[in-house]
């Protein structure tokens, strides 16, 4: 089980007492509160006469000037934002005996306060709802500004006096942890319960990391517990699937198991599209006006012999989705099989050539499958809508359309989705291309030719130089040497090589600056590039097919070592 992230209070700020001033400004007016990587106090601005927070830079950071940097660079981002349901940043104070960032004060508890109170230690499904309409007009209006909380928990979430949802720390907490990592190790002290899985390993964060972190804090909320609480969490967060909850409505979980989707391409894509399936969950009228003391009213009647299957069970989240999803299939399978046999040749032979000219003749389908193909066709063009036209897997526009004319390949209208589908997958590969995704627009391009193996159009793309693997080079600074991944990043620039990120070297999301010897990994497959980027380097470079670099995007990796100045660009001088 995961510990409690628990470290001691500074010295400095244990020492601060009520009423005491901070810069002959700031009055104390509280006990410090934990805030996730720092300390805050609630304090009387006796410039501007009102209270606000001080939420101070931890002691080590404020002395190492380029972890305060981290903190300061991320402290110009959020300070712009300016939201009803983001608590407000004022300034930054670094040049006195204290670090601190001024916040707006926020009355009220957090939601991990409010948990904790209630004998049931949850949230009603209605109560989550407008809870995460809330938090989500916060985070698109963020998103929209290019910056995300990447700490969203019920713990950074306030219930206010007035009774509005407000996000605290909105994208600092997670700056001054990695401002830590630099001066010491915070492994012990970090909280990941809510993580997303690429926030766990390392990766970069987007988006979808956010509606990770929002799906895991729904959970939370209606589960009383979050969805990894026990065992490995770190190994369950990336590779396990989370449980329904009880006792909320199919709906829900469908949002919550989509939201907490490992890929990041398999959850929702924005806030807009989260919030619209937040909208329709919820239990039909019929469930909600069912007395909850119905069934003590039967417990004198004789006891009915227990059905293995019984409507209550299929409702059950941990049933329903195996037998909704074998049941489909069922079905499928018993009317494409009519449907082969209602479209068996007739006695006559008719000639290759006639058929070929001669316009295809509707097909007779009984009321369920007319049903079928009308509700392929409408996820279909949803999944258009969403931009899902090839992925993610068995839950995407083509697929849907290939089981759609599978029963009636005759119908007009899916015709001219498949045309019109075609088009829109044409044009994301070259989209994809000219922002420099090769190996993403190799695989849409792979699953389109499967649906439309003979199109020229797809095959000259096929055959198209961009089609082939590209470079895309990541750096990673492994000594703790300043500068050289950026050095470096302009002498493999000026040769011609994409150079998408220079970083610090994260290992399971932890610098490692204690890398010995320099080298160099890559996806296999572009051989050439390869081979002109070894020769600069003047190291080999180790190709593996399961490859993944530090940064999603990358397909070759350079990690510099303490043996960085025999590299070539380093001691040609």
């Given at each position: 089980?995961?510990?409690?992230?628990?470290?001691?209070?500074?010295?400095?700020?244990?020492?601060?007492?009520?009423?005491?001033?901070?810069?002959?400004?700031?009055?104390?007016?509280?006990?410090?509160?934990?805030?996730?990587?720092?300390?805050?106090?609630?304090?009387?601005?006796?410039?501007?006469?009102?209270?606000?927070?001080?939420?101070?830079?931890?002691?080590?950071?404020?002395?190492?000037?380029?972890?305060?940097?981290?903190?300061?660079?991320?402290?110009?981002?959020?300070?712009?934002?300016?939201?009803?349901?983001?608590?407000?940043?004022?300034?930054?104070?670094?040049?006195?005996?204290?670090?601190?960032?001024?916040?707006?004060?926020?009355?009220?508890?957090?939601?991990?306060?409010?948990?904790?109170?209630?004998?049931?230690?949850?949230?009603?499904?209605?109560?989550?709802?407008?809870?995460?309409?809330?938090?989500?007009?916060?985070?698109?209006?963020?998103?929209?500004?290019?910056?995300?909380?990447?700490?969203?928990?019920?713990?950074?979430?306030?219930?206010?006096?007035?009774?509005?949802?407000?996000?605290?720390?909105?994208?600092?907490?997670?700056?001054?942890?990695?401002?830590?990592?630099?001066?010491?190790?915070?492994?012990?002290?970090?909280?990941?319960?809510?993580?997303?899985?690429?926030?766990?390993?390392?990766?970069?964060?987007?988006?979808?990391?956010?509606?990770?972190?929002?799906?895991?804090?729904?959970?939370?909320?209606?589960?009383?517990?979050?969805?990894?609480?026990?065992?490995?969490?770190?190994?369950?967060?990336?590779?396990?699937?989370?449980?329904?909850?009880?006792?909320?409505?199919?709906?829900?979980?469908?949002?919550?198991?989509?939201?907490?989707?490992?890929?990041?391409?398999?959850?929702?894509?924005?806030?807009?599209?989260?919030?619209?399936?937040?909208?329709?969950?919820?239990?039909?009228?019929?469930?909600?006006?069912?007395?909850?003391?119905?069934?003590?009213?039967?417990?004198?009647?004789?006891?009915?012999?227990?059905?293995?299957?019984?409507?209550?069970?299929?409702?059950?989240?941990n049933l329903r989705y195996p037998l909704i999803s074998a049941l489909l299939i069922v079905l499928i399978a018993v009317f494409l099989s009519k449907f082969n046999v209602s479209r068996s040749p007739k006695p006559e032979p008719v000639a290759d050539s006639a058929k070929t000219s001669a316009p295809l003749k509707p097909v007779a389908l009984d009321s369920f499958q007319v049903k079928m193909v009308s509700a392929l066709l409408s996820q279909a063009q949803e999944q258009i809508q969403k931009g899902h036209l090839v992925l993610p897997k068995d839950n995407n526009a083509l697929t849907l359309l290939d089981q759609a004319l599978k029963i009636d390949s005759t119908n007009i209208g899916l015709q001219s989705l498949k045309k019109a589908l075609k088009d829109r997958i044409v044009e994301k590969i070259?989209?994809?291309?000219?922002?420099?995704?090769?190996?993403?627009?190799?695989?849409?391009?792979?699953?389109?030719?499967?649906?439309?193996?003979?199109?020229?159009?797809?095959?000259?793309?096929?055959?198209?130089?961009?089609?082939?693997?590209?470079?895309?080079?990541?750096?990673?600074?492994?000594?703790?040497?300043?500068?050289?991944?950026?050095?470096?990043?302009?002498?493999?620039?000026?040769?011609?090589?994409?150079?998408?990120?220079?970083?610090?070297?994260?290992?399971?999301?932890?610098?490692?600056?204690?890398?010995?010897?320099?080298?160099?990994?890559?996806?296999?497959?572009?051989?050439?590039?390869?081979?002109?980027?070894?020769?600069?380097?003047?190291?080999?470079?180790?190709?593996?097919?399961?490859?993944?670099?530090?940064?999603?995007?990358?397909?070759?990796?350079?990690?510099?070592?303490?043996?960085?100045?025999?590299?070539?660009?380093?001691?040609?001088?």
């Amino acid at each position: 089980m995961e510990k409690a992230p628990n470290f001691a209070i500074d010295p400095l700020l244990k020492a601060l007492r009520l009423g005491e001033r901070v810069d002959d400004r700031f009055e104390i007016l509280s006990k410090p509160v934990r805030r996730s990587h720092s300390f805050a106090f609630k304090v009387a601005d006796l410039k501007d006469g009102i209270s606000k927070v001080l939420l101070f830079i931890p002691t080590p950071v404020r002395q190492d000037a380029e972890a305060l940097k981290i903190v300061k660079e991320q402290f110009q981002l959020v300070r712009i934002l300016n939201h009803t349901n983001i608590a407000r940043f004022y300034e930054m104070h670094a040049d006195g005996k204290f670090a601190f960032i001024e916040m707006e004060y926020v009355p009220g508890n957090t939601l991990k306060t409010i948990k904790s109170k209630r004998s049931s230690g949850k949230f009603s499904e209605e109560e989550v709802k407008w809870i995460g309409e809330q938090i989500l007009d916060a985070l698109e209006y963020s998103h929209n500004q290019n910056i995300l909380h990447r700490d969203l928990k019920p713990a950074n979430i306030v219930l206010t006096s007035e009774r509005k949802i407000k996000l605290i720390d909105f994208g600092i907490s997670e700056p001054i942890r990695q401002a830590l990592t630099l001066v010491r190790d915070t492994s012990a002290i970090t909280s990941i319960l809510h993580w997303s899985p690429e926030q766990v390993s390392g990766k970069r964060l987007s988006i979808r990391s956010d509606i990770y972190s929002l799906g895991a804090t729904l959970y939370d909320l209606l589960n009383g517990n979050p969805p990894f609480l026990t065992g490995d969490v770190y190994n369950c967060i990336l590779h396990k699937a989370p449980e329904p909850v009880a006792d909320v409505s199919p709906q829900m979980n469908d949002l919550l198991l989509k939201a907490l989707a490992k890929n990041p391409d398999d959850r929702f894509q924005t806030c807009a599209e989260m919030r619209r399936a937040l909208q329709t969950t919820g239990f039909p009228k019929l469930h909600s006006t069912v007395s909850r003391k119905e069934p003590r009213q039967r417990q004198n009647k004789p006891r009915k012999k227990k059905k293995f299957f019984s409507a209550d069970s299929l409702l059950r989240p941990n049933l329903r989705y195996p037998l909704i999803s074998a049941l489909l299939i069922v079905l499928i399978a018993v009317f494409l099989s009519k449907f082969n046999v209602s479209r068996s040749p007739k006695p006559e032979p008719v000639a290759d050539s006639a058929k070929t000219s001669a316009p295809l003749k509707p097909v007779a389908l009984d009321s369920f499958q007319v049903k079928m193909v009308s509700a392929l066709l409408s996820q279909a063009q949803e999944q258009i809508q969403k931009g899902h036209l090839v992925l993610p897997k068995d839950n995407n526009a083509l697929t849907l359309l290939d089981q759609a004319l599978k029963i009636d390949s005759t119908n007009i209208g899916l015709q001219s989705l498949k045309k019109a589908l075609k088009d829109r997958i044409v044009e994301k590969i070259r989209n994809l291309q000219k922002q420099g995704k090769h190996n993403r627009a190799a695989d849409v391009l792979t699953a389109a030719l499967r649906f439309y193996p003979q199109d020229s159009v797809l095959l000259k793309l096929k055959k198209s130089p961009k089609a082939r693997q590209h470079l895309l080079v990541e750096i990673l600074n492994g000594c703790g040497k300043k500068g050289i991944a950026a050095q470096l990043q302009r002498y493999l620039q000026m040769r011609g090589f994409n150079v998408i990120s220079s970083e610090n070297y994260r290992p399971h999301g932890k610098i490692d600056w204690n890398v010995s010897q320099s080298k160099c990994l890559a996806l296999a497959g572009a051989s050439d590039s390869l081979k002109i980027l070894g020769n600069l380097l003047g190291v080999p470079v180790h190709t593996a097919r399961n490859y993944h670099g530090q940064t999603s995007e990358a397909t070759a990796t350079i990690i510099l070592g303490a043996d960085f100045a025999s590299l070539k660009p380093f001691n040609s001088k």
